[in-house]
């Protein structure tokens, strides 16, 4: 959350509604004030903050205000105890949310796998994927570790189905060709204890300047690799991802990521996490 508020965004964002206001009548001091900042914090973000530092300044003072508290008591507010448990459990349950089982986790890490993993090499923009997700679905986000631990599942699961897919659309003849030539190699490696370079590597160096002799080692290069007869996209659908001339796209279409939403009030009591207009990042 940013840190910086006019004194106009204060007042459309951090204002307690009536509302607001009756879920505070039985708390008082620290708790009252670290209620109504979790709430409204909740109400922007959709998610809680990390600790008392993501708040910003001038938000703890205009709600310190509001709430007829002193500012300074934002420090004594517990993180760890039972008040803060009761205090998430409420504001969860007023915007229509809950916390995220492991079957939950479970669940987007094979979503990113399946629908993400194989357009989206950046694992930072995995992890706002799942934040996003979670918020559509009206689930609390994982703490920021278990995220990165669930984008990392499901990495691994996207490239190891990705490889076994890649091998299941090669010829036998083609592998027993793969094999060899990684034989070739081994053996290679083996005398020149060190020295010189395989056949893979030669393949990934860089042609260097124009030339006869560099051209003539491309083209070498070229007739060895076709020699292998690969079929003509070996990823199958993921060939767009690993084409050089095809750009990435940093999202699949549909699965675009919306700028987070200030929750407002909807049916049946719960507030819905959209609004018309956002509060930015």
Not at 109 to 122: D, I, P, R, T
Not at 172 to 197: M, N, P, Q, V, Y
Not at 244 to 266: D, K, S
Request: aromatic share 8%; glycine share 8%; with cysteine.
């Amino acid at each position: 959350m940013r840190q910086e508020w006019e004194p106009e965004d204060l007042i459309e964002v951090w204002t307690l509604l009536e509302e607001d206001q009756e879920r505070l009548r039985n708390k008082s001091g620290a708790n009252r004030l670290g209620f109504a900042l979790l709430l409204k914090f909740f109400e922007v973000e959709a998610r809680f903050p990390e600790d008392a530092g993501e708040i910003p300044v001038p938000a703890v003072s205009y709600v310190a205000q509001q709430v007829r508290v002193a500012a300074e008591e934002w420090a004594a507010y517990d993180w760890s105890g039972r008040a803060v448990k009761r205090h998430r459990m409420e504001i969860r349950g007023a915007f229509g949310f809950r916390e995220c089982t492991e079957e939950d986790q479970a669940q987007l890490a094979e979503w990113l796998a399946v629908e993400l993993c194989g357009v989206e090499l950046s694992r930072d923009r995995l992890a706002e994927a799942v934040v996003a997700r979670c918020r559509k679905d009206r689930l609390e986000p994982p703490a920021p570790g278990q995220i990165a631990r669930l984008v990392g599942s499901a990495v691994s699961t996207f490239e190891e189905r990705f490889c076994a897919a890649t091998v299941g659309r090669l010829s036998a003849a083609t592998r027993s060709r793969l094999d060899d030539l990684i034989a070739e190699d081994a053996g290679a490696d083996a005398d020149s204890a060190g020295g010189g370079s395989t056949f893979f590597t030669e393949l990934k160096t860089d042609p260097g300047a124009l030339g006869l002799d560099s051209l003539l080692a491309e083209v070498n290069k070229l007739q060895r690799v076709r020699g292998l007869q690969l079929p003509p996209e070996p990823a199958g659908p993921f060939s767009a991802v690993l084409d050089p001339r095809e750009p990435l796209r940093p999202i699949r279409a549909g699965h675009e990521f919306l700028p987070r939403p200030r929750c407002r009030r909807g049916g049946h009591g719960a507030r819905s996490p959209h609004r018309a207009r956002y509060s930015g990042w």
